[in-house]
């Protein structure tokens, strides 16, 4: 998988749960590629949301369906 989306932030999440915790570089990393694949998921469901609408835009209401749609947003 292509690296897009940077590590330090997403070992920070991982800390901030605990902050008596360490986070190694690849589980930071792990996580990042776990983050981006699932946030590649709701993109792929927000624009067929769109796409249903007829429209070529992404818009809020489409990212808020999709928050609606899945309970544990």
Do not use: C, Y
């Not at 690296?3 to 901030?16: E, H, N, T, V």
């Amino acid at each position: 998988m292509t690296k897009r989306l940077p590590l330090a932030p997403f070992g920070k999440i991982l800390k901030d749960s605990d902050p008596k915790i360490r986070v190694s570089k690849d589980a930071a990393k792990e996580f990042t590629e776990l983050v981006e694949d699932i946030s590649k998921d709701m993109a792929r469901d927000i624009v067929q949301f769109a796409n249903h609408a007829r429209r070529k835009t992404v818009i809020r209401d489409d990212v808020a369906l999709l928050r609606k749609t899945r309970k544990n947003l």
